[in-house]
């Protein structure tokens, strides 16, 4: 398991689209202001999952970034 910061972001549009658009589902969390993705790799997972999120979040992140 690991805990990931975020850019600052809106974590429920993040958490939204990366299940809707992608079936890509991880827990988006705010804490002491900073948002996190966390990351749990179970046996039933494999690269293609890994590989799904990484995709996912490289082109959901930039369209829910705060500037």
């Known amino acids: 398991m690991a805990t990931i910061p975020l850019p600052a ?3 429920g549009e ?3 689209r990366l299940y809707d658009e992608y079936r ?3 827990p988006i969390i705010t804490w002491g ?3 996190f993705v966390r990351v749990s790799v ?3 997972n494999t690269r293609e ?3 799904a999120l990484v995709r996912a979040l490289g082109e959901v992140l930039p369209l829910v ?3």
């Open 65 to 67: 970034t705060k500037h």
């Open 42 to 44: 179970q046996g039933y």
């Open 33 to 35: 202001g900073r948002e």
């Open 9 to 11: 972001c809106d974590a």
């Open 24 to 26: 890509v589902g991880v």
């Open 14 to 16: 993040l958490k939204r």
């Open 49 to 51: 999952d890994v590989e």
